[in-house]
């Protein structure tokens, strides 16, 4: 059943017009009733009308689905739903409406990390996020959008960085060192995935330097060469050191991930 809104009418001319009444909740099947409420002598005399209610105007958007815990560019599994509701929280199927997600940080989510994707269309007053999926590595939540309704937040998950890609440096990159000494400043580099993430987990990454000019066969030794990953996205040659006639050098910094150059 559903509460009514309507009260007690007195009959005009043997009619009862029940202006205003209103069926509000769950929707269905329902079934009205009628009855005499006075004088005594009719009480026992009703009626009644089947009626099937269908939900109300849009107020609120909920969400089906929660994502999960993702790796970078790698489609939510299961797809995200969000539905469109009524008041009385039953699927609103019978409006137009287009949600679209925002990816926001988990702890302050008035920072958006990823607004690109664009809206969807309900269907049946259901969106399903079929292969979303975002570059940007967090801790973070989504935010649903749609016109005219008020946002709302996901619950929160992780998107983990993608595979080591390359190097980025992390220092100012040294432009005069003195023969037989520790390179200054120390060459450091941030392993980063395709979309720039920082690679903190997963199989080490090994960096070797090497001099890539011409005038290589000057050069008398190269010492702390060789350097890998350790828990960490970062890789120091902080003992790097080049034996050499004095002139200008170039060097060339090689990384590989499970045997594989990067």
């Known amino acids: 059943s559903a509460p009514l809104t309507a009260g007690n009418r007195r009959a005009n001319a043997g009619e009862v017009s029940f202006t205003g009444l209103k069926l509000e909740g769950l929707k269905g099947a329902h079934t009205l009733t009628f009855t005499v409420a006075e004088p005594s002598a009719f009480t026992a005399l009703s009626d009644t009308q089947a009626l099937e209610l269908t939900p109300g105007t849009a107020t609120n958007l909920n969400v089906v689905q929660q994502p999960t815990d993702s790796i970078a560019n790698i489609a939510f599994s299961p797809v995200v739903s969000v539905e469109v509701r009524d008041a009385w929280n039953n699927r609103v199927t019978q409006d137009a409406a287009a949600i679209k997600p ?116 000057d050069v008398v030794s190269i010492a702390g060469a060789t350097e890998s990953t350790s828990g960490t996205e970062s890789i120091t040659f902080d003992e790097l050191a080049l034996t050499a006639k004095a002139a200008n050098y170039k060097l060339r910094f090689t990384a590989a991930n499970s045997g594989k150059a990067i």
Do not use: C, M
């Open 102 to 217: 925002v990816l926001v940080d988990a702890v302050t989510v008035a920072t958006e990390l990823d607004s690109s994707k664009s809206a969807v269309a309900t269907n049946e007053g259901l969106v399903t996020f079929t292969g979303l999926s975002f570059t940007k590595a967090a801790a973070a939540k989504l935010r649903f959008d749609a016109t005219g309704l008020t946002s709302i937040y996901s619950s929160q998950f992780t998107i983990t960085h993608g595979e080591a890609h390359h190097l980025a440096w992390t220092t100012i990159e040294p432009t005069t060192v003195r023969s037989g000494f520790v390179i200054q400043p120390t060459p450091i580099f941030a392993v980063r995935d395709q979309w720039n993430n920082p690679v903190t987990t997963g199989p080490a990454t090994t960096v070797t330097a090497s001099v890539s000019s011409a005038n290589f066969g």
